[in-house]
């Protein structure tokens, strides 16, 4: 549901479906899929331009899906990432996200100092 209701652009009640169901994760232990919500939910963040709790919340998902191994998973959070530091215009870090982005993903690797 909060992937509907955000594609619906409904920020505010995707956001409250997601925290439903991270709270069901934490409750579980299910470590995936508290790394999936909390990257959700720094997305909804990132639209609304509520750019610290965007950030919170994707180095939390990183966190997780890195101690996971959660490989392909990181390539979506480093996007996040990257989309989030191009916001703060630190074009540096953005396109160091994009970079390790491109890297999970196998494409075209582009490195900004060299």
Known sequence: MGTIKYDQGELDSSLDYYNQAN????KLGD?????YTLNNIGLIHLDKKEYSE?????KAAEE?????????FTGDIYSNLSIYYEEME???????YYDRYNEVYGQFTWRANK
């Open 64 to 72: 997780i899906a890195q101690k996971l191994d959660l490989y392909d």
């Open 23 to 26: 709270s069901l994760y934490e």
């Open 31 to 35: 470590e995936i899929g508290i790394s």
């Open 54 to 58: 965007a950030y919170k919340y994707f």
């Open 90 to 96: 630190d074009y540096k870090n953005a396109f160091e």
